[in-house]
């Protein structure tokens, strides 16, 4: 998985999942050539390597040791770790959205790995316990129906979201949308807590963490709910209650399309040529975990913009890790924490092969980027909790 050998990085991750799938284990050598793994040999996996064009070497079995001993050494930042079984994945997406709105749908279609689409309804009524690993599309969760009032209040696909939304929540028996959308956040709060993995790109992640910062608070003004906000909110957030954030100001204003502090869009000072964002160095035999996390065949990687582009470093809790950041820029990009029994990965950014995606915008064609650093983030995320057995140092 190293740069220079593999022709296809993101469907080598399908491969591996492909290969979990037949109740078959797998070595992932962290930190060796890019992180590699390590396949059973049998025929029918070579054939599947050379029918998706996924590059693959063949070793023997004194070569295989050998690898294996170096891996050990305690003078070498690696380590072996087994992944056990295929888990479920699960998308949270809204019904009717293409595999090309969302970028972790697209890489996963684009790497053949199988998942379930679920919305408001199956959350509500307890689906997430069937599935392992939970994305969050690029929801609002605060029922301000993605701050894209002041751009778009009289464009057809706007009005048409609002009153599905607003139609879905009354049918699910809630008065408003954003206390759907809270009860929706709740339940995947209980979801995490009771050992469940979740990972959330741009405004998924600050919205989530945001709904969860306002229960009982009516943030929401008139446009969006048919009602005023309640006086002073601000003063009235709960930080307690949130995964990742702190401290942050939120935006009152319903014209301006950001939701809080948190995210960095509007206050970088970087231009598109050299924004890019760092993977951080893990003792790889002490903390696999985010050792997982940062798997990938370059530790610099170029940045993307989107609702949430980036995260406020100072308003980041001090349990959460930063997995990847724009140091000079004071942001993060990439984070990751533990909540109760179970895991949380934010990823800033819409697209990570479209630098500045915009609503109507056409999809990326990922076979144009079967390398791309910035969307193999994405998969080591998926198969994190194909190792959730081993126990942890992190």
Partial sequence: MDAESQTNHLKAYGITYWVLEKQLKV????NYRGGSFLLPDRDDIRLECKVRGVSFELLSDSKTEQILEEISSPSQNMD?????????IAVYTPYGKQPWDDAVTMVLTYAEIPYDTVYDEEVLNDGLVAYDWLHLHH??????????YGAYKTAAWYIQEKK?????AKKLGYEKVSQEKLAVALKIRDYVIGGG?????????????????????DICEPMFDGDGSDPNYQSKIDYSKTFAFTNFTLERDPNVYEFSSIDMTQKRMISRTVDYFSLMDFSAKWDPIPTMLCQDHTALIKGFMGQTTSFARDEIKSNVLILGENKSNGEAKYIHGIKGKGFFTFYGGHDPEDYRHRVGDSKTELDLHPNSP?????????LFPAARKKKHKT
């Fill in 139 to 148: 929801e609002d969760f605060t029922g301000q129906f993605g701050k894209f």
């Fill in 164 to 168: 599905d939304a607003e139609a879905l």
């Fill in 80 to 88: 072996a770790v087994v992944l056990e079984k295929a888990p479920k």
């Fill in 197 to 217: 993995f979740m990972f959330a790109m741009c405004s998924a992640a600050d919205s989530f963490d945001i709904a969860l910062a306002a229960e009982g608070v």
């Fill in 374 to 382: 910035g969307y193999r983030l994405i998969l080591n995320n998926v």
């Fill in 27 to 30: 070595k992932w050598l962290l």
